[in-house]
C-alpha cells in the first residue's frame, strides 16, 4: 500500500515535470489525493475497475451497459476532456459523447461540490496511468436511446440533492450523508425502483433486487439492519463479513475495492448516518414457518450402505436434504451452524438465507463468494458447474426452511429467472420494446390514416378544380 | 466438411491429460477429451463415501462400472506381486487424481541421470533445468504449499534445493500437533522434518477453499480445497477442449508408414465411433495406456511396452508413544523426513523419505482390536480411544528400478460387459530396496527410543508399494530399448504421444504427480506448436 503510493507519486512527479499537468486546472498534490479518498469513497473502480480503464458488463434489466474508461487516455479516455465536461458528466449525466445511462451513478454524484468535481478531476487526470482501452458500445434495444434519457433527466434527476438524500446537523452526520448518499450511491441498489427505474424515494435503502441479488433493507426497520449492533455494521463495511452477513456479489466488490479502504472515522460516519434515515419496513415479507426445525441426523438423510454403480454415479437427486449433506455440510455442519469462529457461517444467522425470494441465497449457491478484501480471502465455491436449476432450488428450499425457518418453494424457473437477473423487473421496462414498437405501429399508422385522408381530399378538390 | 474430427484427440481425461489439453486448447487447438468413464461432480462422490461401508477402499465410492472397471472392480486386475497394494486407478471424468493424496514433490537434478551418476537404471532424456519452468507452471496450475527455504535433497547443506526459478504460490500449512510432538522429541538424535509439498491449499486459491481439517484428503476432498483433476479437467473445457464421456477407446488404426489415422471406441452399449486426428495423445495412466498399445501391437518395437513398472516399494511401521499424539487432525500427510534420499551410497542402496501419516487411526485400531477379541463394551471403548490417541503410523517410499521383467500385460482370461480385456501384473521387489531395510530398523528403534514407545508393527515384515504407477511406457533417447522421445512422442509413431507417468524412466522415491503434470504440460505447448 505504501510503495502504492510512492508509485503514485513519482508518476505524478514525472507528469508534472513533462508538463503534462498542463490538462488539468490543478497540479496540487493535496488535492490529488483529498481526489483519490474521494474516487476510493465513490467506488468509481467497483465499475470503471481497478486500473479504471471500464470494459465491465454492468448487468441491468434493459441490457448490459459497459463502463467506460475514466484513466487520462486522451483517445479512449477521458484526458481531452475538460473540468466543465466532467462535472456535466458527474452531476448531470451529460458527458461529451453522449447522455450518460444512470448505471453511472449522477443522480448521487450530483450531490458533489466543485471542489470535490475538481479534487476528483486532479485525480483521475494526475494520479492515474492512462491506459489505452476501448470498451466495448453499450447497444440497448430501442426505446432506451441515449437521447431519450433526457426526458428521464428532466422528471427524475434533481441537481444538487442526491436522491432521497435527508437533511442533517452536525459534522459527523454530513460527513456520512457524503459518503453513504453522494459518493457511496448506497440508494441506486438498496432503494427499491418505479416504473421507469427511478429510484422510489418514499422506499428510500428499503432493499431492492438488483440484477437477480437481493440488495438488503438497510434502515433501521426490523427487517433491514435493526437488529445489528454499530459493532456488527462496521466491521461489516471494513471487513465484508460478519456471523450475520458476508458481502458478496457486488457488495463483495463495494468492500474490497471501497469500504475497506476508508477510515474507521468515516465508516462511523456512515453508521451514524444509516441509523437517522427512517425505517421502512421490507416490501418482500416471507412467510415464516414459526420455529426453525430440529437438525436431521446424517444417518436419516443418507442411509448407509452402498446401492448398484447406476445410483451410486447418477446425481441428478432433486433432495434438498441429500444435496446439503453432501456438498455444504463439511463446511456449513450437519446441523448448519457453521464452523467455530464463524469463519464459515451460521445457516441459522446469516441474511442471505432468508433474503426475499431467496434470490441472493441461489446466487450464492451457484456463483459462490470470492472476495480478498485487505488480504483477508473469503470464498466459498460455486455448484452451477453440478447442479442444475432444479437442485440449485431444491437445496435452497432445504436451507431456507430447515435453516431459516421460513416457508421456501423455489421452482427450477425461478432459480433461473435469479441467475439471469430476471426478478422483480418493472412490467413497463420488462415490455417497453413491443410497447414502444406499438406505439410506434399506432402511430405510424394514425398518421397514413390522416395523410391518406388528406390526399383524398385534396384530389377531390383537384377534380373539382380541374 | 473438416478434414477431421478434432486437431488433437486425447484419450483420458484426468490430470495429466487434462493438462495437456489445456495447453493446446489455450493455443487455439480444437482438442477433444474421451473418458471411458462418466462425469460424475465432487459432492456425490463425497456422498458416496459416507454410505460406503468400505471406507478403507479408495475406488469404492467411485463405483465398479461394468463398461469401464477400475483396478478394483473384482477380477479385473491379476496382480501377482511380492508386495503389498494394488495401486488404485479410477477410469472416471477427472482420473485416478480424483483420490490422489496431493503430495507435489520435485525430483532433483541428479535423480533424473541415475546412469551418469550413479551407474544404475536409467538417464532421462533431458535434464532438470528443462523441466524446471514447467514444474513452476505446473505448481501454480494446481496450486501448491510449500517452503521456500527447504533443501528437499534431505542433506541440509544451508541452502534451498533444487534450484526453482520462482517461490511456491503458496506457503505451507500449520504443522500438526503429533509432527510438532514428534519432531521435539526426535530432534536429539539428529532427525529433521520437513514440511511435504501438497495441493492441499492452506489459503483459497483459483476458486478453492482453503483446507479446513475435514481429514478425508482420499477419496475425495469433500471441499474442494485439495487439487483434482476435476479441476484441470473443467480449466481444459473453459479453454474450449471438448469433453466426451463413456467413450472406451479399444482401437487404434495405423497406416503403413506408421502414422495413427483413425481411432475408435466403443460405447456403454456397445455402439462403435470411429474418429480421425493429427495427432492422438494417450494419457490413460501406467496401467490401461501400455494395456491398450498392447491390445493393438503398437509402440513397442523395442519390446518395452508394458515393461520396467516401478510402483515405489514400501516399508510401513508403526508404535504408540507414551502421550497421545491426536493423528487425524488437519491434512494427512503434512511431514517428511528426507535425510535417507541423497545419501553416498545411492549407488548400492535405493534412497527413500518417511512420511508421516496423519488419517485417523481409529477405523485401522479397531479392526486390530476386533481381530483380537479381548475386550468388549467399556473396556473396548477405553482401549480403542487410548490406542487411536497414541498411535504414529510412518512410511518408507523407496526408488524403484527398470527392470523388464516386472510388467503390465494384457489379460485375456477376464472380459468386461463390452468385451474388453483385463490386466495382468507381474512385479518382483529388487535388492536395490532390500537393501534400504537395515538402516530403516535402526531410525525405527531410535523413534521408539525417543518417544518411548511400543511397536505396533516392525518394518520389514511385509513389502508395501505406493499406488503409483511408473515406467510402463518409459522414455528414452535408444529407440531400441524405450517407447518415448523426450516429446513423449512414440518413437514408432509420428503423430501418437503417451502423457502419463508411465513414460518415467527413473523415478525417485518421491510421488509422482507433479512430475507427471509439469511433463504434461511441457507435451501439450510442444503439441500446441506442431499442430
Redesign the interface.
Known sequence: MRANSFLALAWLAILLCQGAAAQATEADPALVEWGRHLVTAGDCAGCHGPSFSGGAAIASPIGSIFASNITPDKKTGIGAWTLAQFSDALRKGQSPSGDLYPAMPYTSYTGLSDDEIRAIYSYLMLGIKPVANHPPETRLPFPFLRSAMVVWDALFLKQGHPTGAIAVTGDQLQRGRLLVETLGHCSDCHTPRGDLMQQRSARHFGGAMVGGWWAPNITSDKTGIGGWSDQQLATFLQTGHTGLAVAAGDMGTVVSRSLSKLSKDDIAAIVAYLRQVPAVASDHPEKTMGAVSRPLQ?AEI?????SG?QA??G?DTTQGD??Y???CA??HGVDGNG?LHQ??PSLRRITSVTSPAGATLVQVIAH?V?QTINNE???????R???DNAQIASLANYVRSQFGGIESNLTAAEVADILDGQIDTPWLIQNAHWLAILTLVISVSVFLVILWVAVQTLRRRSVKVA | MAEHDADVIVVGSGSLGSLAALQMAKAGKDVLILEAG?E?????I???F?????KGNLN???????YAPNSYTPGYVDFDADVGWLPGTLRVAGGTSRHWTGVAWRLLPEEMKMKTNFGIGRDWVFDYDELEPFYTEAEYQVGVNGANETDYSGQNRGHPYPPRSKPFPLPPEAKPYPLQRFQMRTAARGYRLDHAPNVRLS??YA????C?G?NICNPNC???AKHSGVQDL?AAKQAGARLRTGAVVDKLVVDGRGRITALSYLEPKGNRTTLTAKVYVIAAHGFETPKLLLMNGLANSSGMVGRNLMLHPTLSMGFFADEPLWVGRGQYLHGANLQRRLQNDRSQVSGGFYQYLNHNAGPAMAEALFKEGALIGEALDEELRLRASQYLSIQLLLEDLPQPDNAVTVNPSFRDVLGQPGIRVHYRLQDYAKAALPRTLDDYANWLQAMNAVPQEIPGATWYNQHHIMGTVIMGKDPRDSVVDGDLKCHDHDNLYLVTTGVFPSVSCVNPTLTGMALAMRAGQHLAKQV
Open positions: 446424517v443418507e442411509p448407509a450402505g452402498e454403480w451410486m454415479l446425481h441429500i444435496l449433506q453432501s456438498a463439511s463446511c464452523s469463519q464459515h459462490g470470492a480471502h473469503i470464498l466459498m465455491p460455486g455448484f458447474a453440478s447442479m | 462418466p460424475v461432480p465432487d459432492w456425490k463425497t456422498e458416496n459416507r454410505t460406503s461401508p468400505r469404492a465410492p467411485f463405483g465398479d462400472i461394468p489459503q483459497p476458486g478453492r477453499p482453503a479446513i475435514n469433500p471441499i474442494g473443467e
